[in-house]
């Protein structure tokens, strides 16, 4: 078997870079555990990143359809992963989708497709919580939506402040959840209590 690494064009720049980032540690990249890890590394990053080459059309796939519904539908628990912008260190958790359809409802798995077309990005946990929850109101055209995540941040437990307990909840409203309390209570009642840290 050859020692040389595959490399597909697409992946050569950045597994080079991963070549220089391993480099600069001193290891030495000929050694037998590394040869292949800076193609590995580039395709993981490929993979926790391609949310930048998604569209929404491509996720949603035309699955919206009639319904007479305009009460609360909760999609909760959406494990997600992503990436701090800050440190480029995973944040993961889950997320909690509701919303008031008007007219019409999304297929179900396409509220997970679009967690993580966005989580699949360099991303602070607000900004992804407002991109979902403004995703949804604009595919669906509905009454509002409204969206909680909880989540652990790598770059606080693996280094800086090193807090193993510490999860972060944001919540983005937007539609009649802006301004119905009724509605913000009822969806806050309905959402699954914080988690613990993971
Ligand atoms: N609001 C918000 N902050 C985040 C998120 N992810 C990471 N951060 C924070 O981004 C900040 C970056 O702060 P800096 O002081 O520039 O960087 P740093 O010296 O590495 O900070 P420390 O983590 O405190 O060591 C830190 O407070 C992180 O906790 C996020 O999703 N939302
Ligand atoms: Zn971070």
Avoid at 50 to 58: A, F, L, W
Avoid at 112 to 140: G, H, K, P, Y
């Amino acid at each position: 078997m050859s020692n040389t690494p595959i490399v597909t064009p697409d992946y050569k720049e950045s597994t080079e870079s991963y070549r220089q980032l391993i480099a600069s540690t001193g290891e030495d990249l000929d050694r037998p555990g590394l040869l292949d890890t800076p193609v590995r590394a580039a395709k993981a990053f490929a993979h926790l990143t391609q949310g930048y080459h998604q569209s929404i059309d491509e996720v949603v796939n035309d699955a919206v359809f009639p319904s007479a519904n305009r009460e609360l539908v909760l999609v909760q628990n959406i494990e997600f992963y992503s990436l701090c912008e800050h440190h480029m260190l995973p944040f993961h958790g889950v997320a909690h989708i509701g919303y008031l359809p008007d007219g019409q409802v999304l297929g179900l798995s396409k509220f997970a497709r679009i967690v993580d077309m966005f989580a699949r990005r360099l991303q602070i946990q607000e900004n992804l919580s407002e991109q979902i929850a403004q995703t949804i109101m604009d595919v669906t055209g509905c009454r509002g939506v409204a969206v909680v995540m909880d989540a652990s941040h790598m770059c606080m437990m693996m280094r800086g402040v090193s807090k193993q307990h510490s999860t972060t909840r944001s919540t983005a409203m937007l539609g009649e959840y802006q301004h119905n309390n009724q509605a913000r209570n009822e969806f806050l009642g309905a959402v699954p209590k914080r988690q613990p840290a993971f």
